[in-house]
């Protein structure tokens, strides 16, 4: 009786017009709630992601909306000899830079995941690459690998390594390492942070059994760390072959997809033939080769969400 | 003993030191180049990793002889606005996603999550010609509203996770007492979900501060670029290049996040790996 008398009371002060019992229903409250934040990502991505689809389909220039042309584009960059090598080309940017940032990563999470003296500010300063424009960083990079002024190439020549000047961005393979060594440089703290989140959670106790079994460091690392390692390890390296896969700036800024579109990637073709050239649905069709990547890495997560 | 010294110097202090080097050696040349003058900076017989005659020449020309001033204004404006709407949009959408677990609350969080996975190369050609059609073009108002689609997923899986973490016995307490859905929200829950707050907040900024693609496509007058966009088409002019003024201006476009990180790094930290492991 008396938890009745106390609960009445305050009850009555919730507003009773109809504004107030909509704002205590649960489910009118809720979808209130999200409205802005639905509403946001469906006019600026859910209903683009669909347009340029469509897009693709068309042959849409800046100007004219373009009428449907079935596969037209697709089978047109199928037979085009600079798609086929941006094909090729990202292939093997995002695979030479994602699993040099995997094993770096994973080398420089195991190096700071000990207990040493700087510590905290070592894991501080670690971050700053990928915390930094990566625009400006590649103008960094750009100044890094120029033909004359090169403060590599000044080093190679001191140290007696090298006697000419190295056209780091004007041949094509150097120009493709070049810009792979820039993607990874932005990308070791990505992978380093993750996976020393998870390194973190790995119970000491596990570390201490496996010794008294008489494991060493490579046993420890293979038997203990990895298994309990993979689930983020997957998830880390499947973000970062979205991000990979999809880069734009670095390449851009640096080689604008030269030397011979040696360099060019899905976004950058995209642009220099949506934007610059005007030829909207071809642009499109471009960007809509980076989709089997994402539906793929989508099916991934899932996967591993719903073992978690 | 002798032995296990060099082992941990061959197997720890050694790599951690040459990583340390590789990840700050280009931000160490951004320095040393953009106080470099011209006849050092060109000149190869000189040493070229120290600066003899540091010079602020760079610094003063990029400040007073581009459009370095006007970018810096529009990339904090768009910064903040961004961060403003994604951020107000995330916390009602992650509260009521992990609170209230309305109807169809389930399938949303898992499209929320979902849209934060489309890059935005998929996305710029289409969203170039919506931009156009709203009559946006060129405007701070573009970037504003499109940066808040890569920041609301990112942030609402943040906040969710958060939201979790804080004992749903304090809001039914507070219910109890007779304090509307709102009240417990502004009361309870945001004042205890603050540092997570934080975190979106800070990733937030950082992630508009540094946007490249977005303000590429939809910005075109020079005066309204962002900084990211705004020094390599500008300061790069043909074959002749700024390097000092470049250099000046990735150093003092990369200050503002260098030193907000650097002051939020707990949280900054735990956004990103709260994020990964949720």
């Not at chain 1, 068309?58 to 085009?80: C, E, K, M, S």
């Not at chain 2, 507070?174 to 829950?189: K, N, P, S, Y």
């Not at chain 2, 900084?227 to 250099?247: H, K, N, Y």
Request: glycine share 8%.
């Amino acid at each position: 009786m008396a938890g009745i008398e106390v609960t009445a009371p305050a009850r009555a002060t919730r507003p009773a017009d109809l504004i107030g019992r909509i704002l205590e229903n649960r489910h009118a409250l809720g979808v209130l709630m999200v409205t802005p934040a639905l509403l946001i990502l469906a006019i600026f991505l859910a209903y683009p992601f669909g347009l340029g689809v469509w897009l693709g389909f068309t042959n849409a220039t800046i100007g004219q909306a373009g009428h449907f042309v079935g596969l037209g584009n697709f089978r047109y960059l199928l037979g085009d000899s600079v798609f086929r090598l941006v094909v090729l080309n990202t292939t093997l940017y995002a695979a030479a830079a994602v699993v040099c940032k995997l094993l770096l990563g994973l080398l420089l999470a195991l190096l700071v995941n000990r207990e040493f003296r700087g510590k905290r500010i070592v894991r501080a300063i670690m971050l700053l690459p990928w915390i930094v424009p990566t625009s400006l960083s590649a103008l960094v990079f750009y100044w890094i690998y120029d033909p004359t002024f090169s403060v590599i190439t000044w080093t190679l020549r001191r140290i007696g390594l090298a006697h000419g000047f190295i056209n780091y961005l004007g041949d094509p393979n150097l120009a493709r390492a070049s810009l792979i060594a820039a993607n990874i440089w932005r990308g070791i703290p990505f992978f380093a942070i993750g996976l020393l989140a998870g390194l973190q959670t790995v119970s000491t106790t596990l570390y201490e059994a496996a010794e008294i079994d008489g494991a060493g460091p490579w046993q420890k690392f293979w038997f203990v760390t990895w298994p309990l390692l993979l689930p983020l390890t997957v998830v880390v390296t499947v973000f970062s072959t979205i991000m990979t896969v999809g880069d734009f700036q670095l390449i851009w800024i640096i080689t604008r997809g030269g030397p011979a579109n040696a360099t060019h990637l899905f976004g950058t073709l995209a642009y220099q033939r949506a934007i610059q050239g005007g030829f909207i649905g071809e642009g499109a069709a471009i960007s809509a080769f980076v989709l089997p990547v994402l539906v793929a890495a989508v099916l991934v997560s899932f996967h591993y969400l719903r073992r978690e | 003993m002798r032995r296990s010294a060099l082992t941990t110097a061959l197997t720890f202090t050694l790599p951690l030191w040459a990583f340390l080097a590789l990840l700050l050696f280009p931000f160490y040349w951004m320095l040393v180049t953009a106080v470099r003058p011209n006849k050092e900076l060109y000149n190869l017989s000189l040493n070229q990793l120290w600066t003899m005659h540091p010079t602020w020449q760079h610094f003063q020309k990029l400040l007073f002889a581009t459009h370095f001033r006007p970018w810096l204004g529009n990339t904090m404006v768009i910064a903040v606005g961004a961060t403003t709407v994604a951020l107000s949009c995330s916390v009602l959408a992650a509260y009521a996603l992990q609170r209230l677990r309305f109807r169809g609350s389930g399938v949303l969080g898992v499209a929320i999550f979902l849209s934060y996975l489309v890059p935005p190369v998929i996305l710029f050609i289409p969203l170039a010609r919506i931009i156009n059609e709203l009559g946006l073009w060129d405007r701070p108002a573009a970037l504003i509203l499109t940066y808040p689609t890569f920041l609301i997923p990112f942030a609402t899986w943040l906040l969710m996770g958060y939201f979790r973490s804080i004992p749903a016995e304090l809001e039914d307490c507070a219910r109890i007492d007779g304090a509307t859905r709102l009240q417990v929200l502004r009361h309870i829950t945001l004042p205890l979900a603050l540092p997570g707050i934080l975190s979106a907040l800070i990733f937030s900024f950082t992630l508009s501060w540094n946007e490249y693609l977005y303000a590429l496509v939809f910005l075109s007058s020079t005066e309204s670029k962002t900084i990211p966009v705004g020094l390599a088409t500008e300061l790069i002019t043909g074959d002749v290049f700024q390097w000092g003024p470049l250099m000046a201006g990735a150093l003092l476009g990369s200050v503002p996040v260098a030193l907000i990180y650097s002051f939020f790094v707990e949280h900054y930290v735990a956004g990103l790996t709260g994020a990964l492991k949720e």
